[in-house]
Protein backbone atom coordinates (compact mmCIF):
# COMPACT_ATOMS: atom_id res chain seq x y z
CA UNK A 1 0.00 0.00 0.00
CA UNK A 2 2.81 2.02 0.73
CA UNK A 3 4.04 1.93 -2.57
CA UNK A 4 0.83 3.25 -4.24
CA UNK A 5 0.48 5.81 -2.14
CA UNK A 6 4.09 7.22 -3.19
CA UNK A 7 3.19 7.10 -6.75
CA UNK A 8 0.08 8.80 -6.33
CA UNK A 9 1.53 11.66 -4.28
CA UNK A 10 4.53 11.46 -7.29
CA UNK A 11 1.63 11.85 -9.81
CA UNK A 12 -0.49 14.47 -7.83
CA UNK A 13 2.55 16.90 -7.16
CA UNK A 14 3.51 16.42 -11.05
CA UNK A 15 -0.29 17.67 -12.42
CA UNK A 16 -0.25 20.17 -9.34
CA UNK A 17 1.90 21.95 -11.54
CA UNK A 18 0.02 21.84 -14.97
CA UNK A 19 -2.28 24.95 -16.14
CA UNK A 20 -4.79 23.02 -18.21
CA UNK A 21 -7.46 24.92 -19.73
CA UNK A 22 -10.13 22.01 -20.11
CA UNK A 23 -12.84 25.62 -20.37
CA UNK A 24 -14.64 24.86 -23.83
CA UNK A 25 -17.03 26.83 -25.34
CA UNK A 26 -20.33 27.52 -25.11
CA UNK A 27 -21.36 27.82 -29.10
CA UNK A 28 -19.18 26.44 -31.99
CA UNK A 29 -17.54 29.14 -34.23
CA UNK A 30 -19.05 29.91 -37.05
CA UNK A 31 -17.74 29.22 -40.17
CA UNK A 32 -16.80 32.25 -42.71
CA UNK A 33 -19.04 31.94 -45.53
CA UNK A 34 -17.46 31.97 -48.38
CA UNK A 35 -17.78 34.47 -51.18
CA UNK A 36 -20.63 33.70 -54.49
CA UNK A 37 -19.14 33.82 -57.99
CA UNK A 38 -20.17 36.85 -60.05
CA UNK A 39 -22.42 34.71 -62.66
CA UNK A 40 -21.41 37.07 -65.36
CA UNK A 41 -17.86 36.40 -64.78
CA UNK A 42 -18.33 32.51 -64.63
CA UNK A 43 -20.42 33.05 -68.09
CA UNK A 44 -17.63 35.06 -69.63
CA UNK A 45 -14.97 32.59 -68.70
CA UNK A 46 -16.96 29.66 -70.28
CA UNK A 47 -16.95 31.30 -73.56
CA UNK A 48 -13.40 31.75 -73.65
CA UNK A 49 -12.58 28.39 -72.27
CA UNK A 50 -10.89 25.49 -74.42
CA UNK A 51 -12.57 22.23 -75.30
CA UNK A 52 -11.85 19.99 -72.83
CA UNK A 53 -8.31 17.48 -73.55
CA UNK A 54 -9.69 13.94 -74.00
CA UNK A 55 -8.11 12.22 -70.74
CA UNK A 56 -6.32 8.46 -71.56
CA UNK A 57 -8.45 6.68 -69.40
CA UNK A 58 -6.81 5.20 -65.75
CA UNK A 59 -6.82 1.17 -67.14
CA UNK A 60 -5.42 -0.84 -69.95
CA UNK A 61 -8.03 -2.43 -72.51
CA UNK A 62 -7.24 -6.38 -72.85
CA UNK A 63 -8.94 -8.22 -74.72
CA UNK A 64 -11.00 -11.05 -73.51
CA UNK A 65 -10.02 -14.68 -73.26
CA UNK A 66 -11.41 -17.65 -73.90
CA UNK A 67 -12.54 -19.86 -71.21
CA UNK A 68 -10.66 -23.03 -72.68
CA UNK A 69 -7.09 -23.06 -72.84
CA UNK A 70 -5.98 -23.10 -75.84
CA UNK A 71 -2.24 -25.05 -74.82
CA UNK A 72 -3.18 -28.89 -73.95
CA UNK A 73 -0.83 -28.85 -71.14
CA UNK A 74 -2.56 -26.39 -69.53
CA UNK A 75 -6.15 -28.25 -69.75
CA UNK A 76 -5.11 -31.14 -69.10
CA UNK A 77 -3.76 -29.58 -65.73
CA UNK A 78 -7.26 -28.10 -65.11
CA UNK A 79 -8.84 -31.84 -65.64
CA UNK A 80 -6.17 -32.47 -62.47
CA UNK A 81 -6.92 -29.97 -60.52
CA UNK A 82 -10.73 -30.33 -60.92
CA UNK A 83 -11.18 -33.35 -61.47
CA UNK A 84 -8.95 -35.21 -58.51
CA UNK A 85 -10.67 -33.88 -55.67
CA UNK A 86 -14.46 -34.25 -57.74
CA UNK A 87 -12.89 -38.09 -58.14
CA UNK A 88 -12.91 -37.79 -54.50
CA UNK A 89 -15.95 -36.43 -53.07
CA UNK A 90 -17.66 -38.42 -55.78
CA UNK A 91 -16.57 -41.07 -54.34
CA UNK A 92 -17.14 -40.57 -50.36
CA UNK A 93 -20.93 -39.44 -51.20
CA UNK A 94 -21.50 -42.91 -53.24
CA UNK A 95 -19.96 -45.07 -50.46
CA UNK A 96 -17.38 -46.09 -52.76
CA UNK A 97 -14.43 -47.22 -50.61
CA UNK A 98 -10.92 -46.61 -52.85
CA UNK A 99 -7.70 -48.25 -52.69
CA UNK A 100 -4.72 -45.98 -50.85
CA UNK A 101 -2.88 -46.34 -53.96
CA UNK A 102 -6.13 -44.27 -56.08
CA UNK A 103 -6.39 -41.63 -53.34
CA UNK A 104 -2.35 -41.37 -53.27
CA UNK A 105 -2.46 -40.56 -56.97
CA UNK A 106 -5.46 -38.58 -57.05
CA UNK A 107 -3.62 -36.38 -54.35
CA UNK A 108 -0.26 -36.48 -56.71
CA UNK A 109 -2.59 -35.52 -59.47
CA UNK A 110 -3.49 -32.58 -58.04
CA UNK A 111 -0.62 -31.65 -56.56
CA UNK A 112 1.13 -31.71 -59.85
CA UNK A 113 -1.44 -29.74 -62.19
CA UNK A 114 -1.55 -27.14 -59.53
CA UNK A 115 2.33 -26.69 -59.54
CA UNK A 116 1.86 -26.80 -63.30
CA UNK A 117 -0.35 -23.85 -63.40
CA UNK A 118 1.53 -22.08 -61.17
CA UNK A 119 4.43 -22.33 -63.33
CA UNK A 120 2.86 -21.37 -66.35
CA UNK A 121 1.23 -17.99 -64.69
CA UNK A 122 3.08 -15.08 -66.71
CA UNK A 123 5.75 -13.61 -64.78
CA UNK A 124 5.23 -9.13 -64.08
CA UNK A 125 8.70 -7.63 -63.20
CA UNK A 126 10.71 -4.90 -63.87
CA UNK A 127 11.30 -5.87 -67.77
CA UNK A 128 7.87 -5.91 -68.59
CA UNK A 129 6.05 -2.32 -69.68
CA UNK A 130 3.28 -2.08 -66.83
CA UNK A 131 5.33 -2.82 -64.08
CA UNK A 132 4.88 -2.47 -60.93
CA UNK A 133 1.32 -3.56 -61.38
CA UNK A 134 -0.86 -5.40 -59.37
CA UNK A 135 -2.34 -7.64 -61.86
CA UNK A 136 -5.88 -6.69 -62.46
CA UNK A 137 -7.64 -7.20 -65.65
CA UNK A 138 -10.81 -5.60 -66.61
Known amino acids: MS ?4 DRD ?7 GLDLDL ?3 DEPIDPVPSPRPDPDALRWASDEAEPAETEEPFYRR ?24 LLLVG ?4 HVYLARSLVA ?24 RDWPDDGAVL
Not at 3 to 6: F, V
Not at 91 to 94: K, L, P, R, S, Y
Open 3 to 6: DRED
Open 10 to 16: DFDRIVE
Open 23 to 25: SFP
Open 62 to 85: VEPTSLIPRRRGVLLAWVGVIGAP
Open 91 to 94: ATVA
Open 105 to 128: GAALIFVAAAIYLFLQLPEHGPSR
